[in-house]
């Protein structure tokens, strides 16, 4: 498999472990999103919305967005599991976007960043590496949050590997996907 098949099937399989997820937290109350919790970040509410804006900043960067530096000052975050799940959701497809339209030349174009006091430039390749690490990094704090609540933490691990077709079956018919335009 060559990396750009791989890095799709990542955009996708993250598209569906965010969905399988915000899918448990969505079911508790908002008292219990924002109920303060141990991890990096206060609350489910807080980590979640940590993801989204990380992911857009990122996903921005890939698509040269403009103006991307005042990101940070422009994201207000979700005061609901039901309008994180929505956002999320649009952040994912937008990635997914990306990734589809991309070939290996775009995987080595320089994406710039743009921080507080300096501009970051990295290949796109290692870009969606590290997003897709950060994404797996601070999902795995909500799924420990929420052996903290009354909704079972689900499983997210399932959705890269052809051995657990039998596991997503659900999750792929949500979004009208097969196991081949999964995996590529």
């Known amino acids: 498999m060559d990396l750009l098949t791989h890095l799709r099937a990542q955009a996708r399989a993250n598209r569906l472990a965010n969905r399988r997820l915000l899918g448990v937290v969505r079911s508790l109350s908002k008292a219990q999103f924002h109920a303060p ?3 990096f970040f206060p609350s489910l509410a807080a980590t ?3 993801i ?3 992911d857009q900043y990122y996903i921005g960067a890939l698509h ?3 103006d991307l530096g ?3 000052d422009r994201y207000v975050a979700a005061d609901s599991a039901d309008e994180l799940a929505a956002r999320q959701d649009e952040s994912d497809l937008r990635l997914i976007a990306w990734c589809e339209a991309a070939d290996a030349a775009a995987l080595d174009r320089i994406v710039e960043m743009p921080r507080s006091n300096r501009i970051d430039r990295d290949i796109a390749a290692r870009v969606l590496a590290h997003l897709h690490m950060h994404q797996t990094h601070h999902r ?3 799924h420990a949050m929420l052996s903290g609540t009354a909704a079972a933490p689900p499983q997210l691990d399932e959705f890269l590997l052809a051995s657990d077709a039998i596991f997503r079956g659900d999750d792929l018919a949500a979004v009208g996907w097969s ?4 995996l590529g």
Not at 179 to 182: F, K, P, Q, T, Y
Request: hydrophobic share 40%.
């Open 52 to 54: 989204l804006e990380v």
């Open 48 to 50: 979640l919305n940590h």
């Open 140 to 142: 795995g704090q909500v």
């Open 70 to 72: 005042a990101h940070w």
């Open 179 to 182: 196991e081949a335009s999964l």
């Open 64 to 66: 040269g967005e403009a």
């Open 37 to 39: 919790r141990t991890g």
